[in-house]
């Protein structure tokens, strides 16, 4: 009979051992898993950085809704000059000479959006 409770006792103490054990490789896991995550997502910040500072229409935190939506509808024009059958149809559309509307489009390039609001001083 005690040697049967020592039995039992020994296989508990190493199943707790075991889960121990389990639980402490799963929270080196968890750990490895987490500095990937900042890794990666430093990595992203700074490829996002550098998309910024290489491209303009890309935007950045500070970057206004004004300013955002002329950089969109300059990108917009450009892409219409660009693409020799979406200036065709627009052409087409218009009655319009192919250089007649390039030019216009390069017109509203300037200022696609109106004149630009007032800033606050404050």
Known sequence: ??????????????????T???QYLHSIQVVYEYKE????????HSQLEHLQS????????????FEWCVNQQRDTYASYMGHFDMLNMIALAENE?????RFNMMEKM???CGPPPEKNED
Not at 1 to 18: C, F
Not at 37 to 44: A, E, F, H, K
Not at 97 to 101: F, L, M, Q
């Open 110 to 112: 300037v200022q696609p």
């Open 37 to 44: 995550i900042m890794g990666d997502r430093y990595n992203i």
């Open 97 to 101: 000479t192919k250089a007649r509307v």
């Open 20 to 22: 121990l054990k389990e």
């Open 54 to 65: 290489k491209y303009i229409g890309t935007g950045h935190a500070d970057t206004a809704q």
């Open 1 to 18: 009979a005690e040697a049967s409770e020592l039995d039992l006792q020994k296989q508990k103490e190493k199943q707790s051992i075991t």
